[in-house]
């Protein structure tokens, strides 16, 4: 029924938006045409339209999401008290443990990145804010996809789940076995599946009332990983999740 309502002009748009915003670096406008399959007077004219209203800059011969639609993207966290709930408990997280923590959403079959807290010391991440994952291969995502009803996880789980590392779980089965293990223990891990010596441990916050699923996460070099590290972390994010939960879910 969607596709008989489809505005043209709307969808463009929105491809155009989502190719700079997988692009780390500016795109020229022949790119953007090939990659929209638009023709190049209609093109220049949404570029055109886009930069005047600020969704989108013009940089170095080429073009970057612009400053006005980050700051309307932002305000998907505030409806809802989710953004201040986040940093509150996340500050009391790194307070603690010294790790970063990371808030994310779940999108289909994407989990999609909405804050990070980050730690004192440096870490190399991959959720940088906005950024999309498969829901499969991090904990965050193991932690969201548990806590589908079973018709809702096999309607939204692909027929091929792809590896993002060469330890992606990309057995079906396998993933079943791993989220029954998340929905016993309350918490999800990865280790090294989304990124070669990163180890991620993630819990279910909730569903906001505006329908947002989300969890949250915290990702550790694992030669930094000891016994009494893990134990702090994976009992500080479960506090974390509880924390937000108390703050934004009804009847947490």
């Not at 808030?103 to 730690?119: H, M, P, S």
């Not at 498969?134 to 932690?143: D, F, I, N, Q, R």
Request: with cysteine; net charge neutral.
């Amino acid at each position: 029924m969607a596709n008989d309502y489809d505005v043209p002009a709307v969808r463009r748009t929105h491809d155009i938006l989502r190719v700079l915003s997988s692009r780390p670096t500016p795109v020229k406008a022949a790119e953007l045409a090939q990659a929209c399959q638009l023709p190049k007077s209609t093109l220049y004219l949404l570029l055109d339209c886009l930069e005047q209203r600020r969704w989108i800059e013009r940089q170095e011969g080429g073009y970057i999401i612009g400053l006005e639609l980050m700051a309307l993207g932002s305000a998907y966290l505030r409806h809802d008290g989710l953004q201040a709930a986040f940093h509150q408990a996340a500050s009391a997280f790194v307070d603690r443990c010294n790790e970063v923590v990371q808030l994310a959403a779940l999108d289909g079959f994407d989990v999609v990145y909405l804050a990070r807290e980050d730690a004192r010391r440096p870490v190399r991440l991959v959720s940088d804010l906005g950024l999309r994952l498969p829901a499969h291969a991090c904990a965050l995502g193991k932690a969201l996809l548990a806590s589908l009803p079973p018709e809702e996880l096999a309607a939204r789980l692909p027929q091929t789940l792809p590896r993002v590392t060469d330890r992606t779980i990309a057995d079906a089965t396998r993933l079943h076995r791993e989220l029954d293990a998340v929905r016993r223990q309350g918490l999800a891990e990865d280790q090294e599946e989304v990124a070669a010596g990163l180890v991620c441990y993630a819990a279910f916050v909730g569903v906001t009332p505006l329908g947002k699923r989300v969890a949250v996460s915290t990702s550790i070099p694992a030669d930094r990983l000891d016994d009494a590290h893990r134990r702090d972390a994976t009992e500080g994010i479960r506090r974390v999740a509880r924390d937000i939960a108390l703050r934004v879910i009804p009847g947490a």
